[in-house]
T-cell receptor, first 111, second 115 residues
Framework: KQEVTQIPAALSVPEGENLVLNCSFT??????LQWFRQDPGKGLTSLLL?????REQTSGRLNASLDKSSGRSTLYIAASQPGDSATYLC??????????FGAGTRLAVHP | DAGVIQSPRHEVTEMGQEVTLRCKPI?????LFWYRQTMMRGLELLIY????????DSGMPEDRFSAKMPNASFSTLKIQPSEPRDSAVYFC?????????????FGPGTRLTVL
């Protein structure tokens, strides 16, 4: 059974720092991995999707890497801003489009 | 595109009442998912439809929960009778199901409170 773990559970940093959020999964037989952002009381916004054949994806200040063989992904946020404060969720896709989510990392960036 | 649309956004009901949650997927998407999010269990997949047909309902907690997708643009999740432990945020998501690139797009969710 696929299990997804995210570390750390919470993170508080001053503005401007570069951050690394970690995601690990137990079954390497995945189709892709997706990183989401969730603001309090809101839905999920897709940030990046990495196919199983890819090593990384970049969007603006965000970079996500995938090491399928070791069951790990990282989300790198450069030059963090207070507007980046949110919960970040990673999810792996197995068979039948089924997404298995981690518990999330709650990020607070203070001015 | 308006994105995935869910209604109502908030629902407060009393134990034993029937609750119906609604979802309109993104036009052209042929896969639809219902998720539940709680503090204790995080995000869990309840049921998944492909081309209006339920493919995997192993996440549906019990017989009190049922879901339908009568056409490509509408789905419902019904709880009857509702219980306080059903209180959660229920999300609907859709994807175009294009081979391996199946990015899921989420609706804003319905926050359900059962008293």
């Amino acid at each position: 059974k696929q299990e997804v773990t995210q570390i750390p559970a919470a993170l508080s940093v001053p503005e401007g720092e570069n951050l690394v959020l970690n995601c690990s999964f137990t079954d390497s037989a995945i189709y892709n991995l997706q990183w989401f952002r969730q603001d309090p009381g809101k839905g999920l916004t897709s940030l990046l999707l990495i196919q199983s054949s890819q090593r990384e994806q970049t969007s603006g200040r965000l970079n996500a890497s995938l090491d399928k063989s070791s069951g790990r992904s990282t989300l790198y946020i450069a030059a963090s801003q207070p507007g980046d404060s949110a919960t970040y969720l990673c999810a792996v896709r197995g068979g039948y489009n089924k997404l298995i989510f981690g518990a999330g990392t709650r990020l607070a960036v203070h001015p | 595109d308006a994105g995935v649309i869910q209604s109502p956004r908030h629902e407060v009901t009393e134990m034993g009442q029937e609750v119906t949650l609604r979802c309109k997927p993104i036009s052209g998407h042929n896969s639809l998912f219902w998720y539940r999010q709680t503090m204790m269990r995080g995000l869990e997949l309840l049921i998944y439809f492909n081309n209006n047909v339920p493919i995997d309902d192993s996440g549906m907690p019990e017989d009190r929960f049922s879901a339908k997708m009568p056409n490509a643009s509408f789905s419902t999740l019904k709880i009857q009778p509702s219980e306080p432990r059903d209180s959660a945020v229920y999300f609907c998501a859709s994807t175009p199901d294009r081979g391996g690139v199946n990015e899921q797009f989420f609706g804003p969710g319905t926050r359900l409170t059962v008293l």
